[in-house]
């Protein structure tokens, strides 16, 4: 899967590790990865708000093109307690969303190069720049959430 990488606020990951020390070791990974998860929503949120719709017929007829029902979150923890968050469309779903975000060169129907490219459109690095303030919100609100069920014990 492509996507996008952001990062957040030390200060508020500083803030959320006080709200996670009032859980059990085990549950504070479930409740750090619901959080990340909102993040990443917030992101996609924003990055399906700024990409086209596709064709005219599609906009007129409300549906969506590929990649803005293939973006999605996903979570990799790793050993040390770190985690990355991937924000991006998986190859199988939509495996031209490179194209999209990078641009291409131009080629004739017979494969040959034009010497031009396509346009890069950054919609996800400009979704999560325009995003960082929500993210530091819904990771918060998130880790919230999961915390309450878990001392609920849901």
Do not use: N
């Not at 996008?4 to 059990?24: G, S």
């Not at 199988?92 to 190069?113: K, L, N, Q, S």
Request: with cysteine.
């Amino acid at each position: 899967m492509s996507g996008i990488t952001f990062t957040l606020d030390r200060d508020a990951m500083r803030a959320l590790d006080a709200k996670l020390a009032r859980l059990p070791l085990l549950d504070r990974s479930t409740a750090l990865k619901a959080g990340a998860r909102a993040a990443g929503r917030a992101v996609v949120s924003q990055w399906r708000k700024d990409i086209p719709v596709g064709t005219r017929s599609e906009i007129t007829s409300g549906e969506r093109g590929v990649l803005h029902k293939a973006l999605t979150v996903k979570l990799h923890p790793f050993d040390d307690g770190g985690m990355v968050i991937v924000v991006g469309a998986p190859h199988e779903r939509a495996p031209h969303e490179w194209v999209v975000e990078e641009g291409h060169r131009i080629v004739t129907h017979a494969g040959e190069d034009t010497g031009k490219r396509t346009r890069a459109m950054h919609y996800g690095d400009e979704a999560a720049k325009k995003t960082k303030a929500e993210q530091t919100r819904a990771l918060d609100a998130g880790c919230k959430k999961a915390i309450d069920q878990i001392l609920r014990g849901g």
